[in-house]
Nanobody, 124 residues
Framework: DVQLVESGGGSVQAGGSLTLSCAAS????????MGWFRQAPGKEREGLAT???????HYADSVKGRFTIVLGSGRNTMDLQMNDLKPEDTAMYYC???????????????????WGQGTQVTVS
């Protein structure tokens, strides 16, 4: 199975920056889609950004131009660089992974079988 562990969350003032990291271990996919999602209290979980093994990225309109998804410096890690943070970015942030396949739907929460436990981001 695949295990995912997020890190890097914390509290930051509006306009500040944070970088979240997601470390994958276990039986990782050869071709994969890894994504960052978030869920604020009382709201549905939403997709923010994905990166697949071919290098293609997708971003939600709400974070485009502010957030960047990249491979991390560590083995099997993926980072989410977040700039110009806003109070509305406050949420629990999760990483997830699925196998890359034709017709993959990057935004569909239910298509991701593997999830981390999440890391909290608070913007004041």
């Amino acid at each position: 199975d695949v295990q995912l562990v997020e890190s890097g969350g914390g509290s930051v003032q509006a306009g500040g920056s944070l970088t979240l990291s997601c470390a994958a271990s276990g039986r990782t996919y050869f071709n994969w889609v890894m994504g960052w999602f978030r869920q604020a209290p009382g709201k549905e979980r939403e997709g923010l950004a994905t990166l697949d093994s071919s290098g293609i990225t997708h971003y939600a309109d709400s974070v485009k131009g502010r957030f960047t998804i990249v491979l991390g410096s560590g083995r099997n890690t993926m980072d989410l660089q977040m700039n110009d943070l806003k109070p509305e970015d406050t949420a629990m942030y999760y990483c997830a992974v699925q196998r890359l396949h034709p017709g993959v739907r990057w935004k569909v929460i239910g298509d991701y079988p593997h999830w981390g436990q999440g890391t909290q981001v608070t913007v004041s």
